[in-house]
């Protein structure tokens, strides 16, 4: 059984950096997977911000968090990170961990996502 447990978020004011983590764990092989970020704020829809194939390290990033965000992965632990500097009150949202196996596409398309985290919450304030 797959599980994705995201860590992590917090409160900060704008400028400031956060470090989110997402400990995998339940899968059998990570030849073909993708690991992604979304975030959904109140009354939003959820979006896609970075995404990561396990495989070979490629990384796809929203046009919003681009040069601010940076995706990475630590195969040893099974976990996937989320560095967000300059954070924005903007970037405020309940953030998820995903898993797409297998991956599909290298798009932040939500419904290529078969495994989701519980989310961790992210406050900006300005």
């Known amino acids: 059984q797959v599980q994705l447990v995201e860590s992590g978020g917090g409160s900060v004011q704008a400028g400031g950096s956060l470090r989110l983590s997402c400990a995998a764990s339940?899968?059998?092989?990570?030849?073909?997977?993708?690991m992604g970020w979304f975030r959904q704020a109140p009354g939003k829809e959820r979006e896609g911000v970075a995404g990561?194939?396990?495989?070979?390290?490629?990384?796809w990033y929203a046009d919003s968090v681009k040069g601010r965000f940076t995706i990475s992965q630590d195969n040893a632990k099974k976990t996937v990170y989320l560095q967000m500097n300059s954070l924005k009150p903007e970037d405020t949202a309940m953030y998820y961990c995903?898993?797409?196996?297998?991956?599909?596409?290298?798009?932040?398309?939500?419904?290529?996502?078969?495994?989701w985290g519980q989310g961790t919450q992210v406050t900006v304030s300005s």
């Open positions: 339940g899968f059998t092989s990570s030849s073909n997977r993708c």
């Open positions: 990561i194939f396990i495989a070979l390290g490629n990384q």
């Open positions: 995903a898993a797409a196996n297998p991956c599909r596409t290298f798009r932040l398309l939500a419904y290529e996502y078969n495994s």
